[in-house]
């Protein structure tokens, strides 16, 4: 069974930084697409980075500069590096892979941004 576990939300001040990791179990996923995506209250899931396997990246323009999407295949991991963290950042936060067929989801780390 293909699952996606994110890790590393929590509670930080406007400022602060946090890293996401994705850990894929079932599957390994370096040669595939993966994204971070995220769910504020009361509004739809929005992409925020990808990432392909040649290591191509974008960004929503809401965290160009600011976030870093990266890979580390050996450890099968993707992370979502979040600096400069705004109150608009807090959402919950989901790792995806494509596997061209179907989309995988993970259940989601939540980012909540307060002072």
């Known amino acids: 069974q293909v699952r996606l576990v994110e890790s590393g939300g929590g509670l930080a001040q406007p400022g602060d930084s946090l890293r996401l990791s994705c850990l894929p179990s079932?599957?390994?996923?370096?040669?595939?697409?993966m994204g971070w995506y995220r769910q504020a209250p009361g509004k739809e899931r929005e992409l925020v980075a990808s990432?392909?396997?040649?290591?191509?990246?974008t960004y929503a323009d809401s965290v160009k500069s600011r976030f870093t999407i990266s890979r580390d295949n050996a450890k099968n991991t993707v992370y979502l590096q979040m600096n400069s963290l705004k109150f608009e950042d807090k959402a919950v936060y989901y790792c995806?892979?494509?596997?061209?067929?179907?989309?995988?989801w993970g259940q989601g780390t939540q980012v909540t941004v307060s002072s």
């Open positions: 995806n892979v494509n596997l061209g067929a179907t989309i995988i």
């Open positions: 990432i392909t396997n040649g290591g191509r990246t």
């Open positions: 079932g599957i390994f996923v370096g040669g595939k697409v």
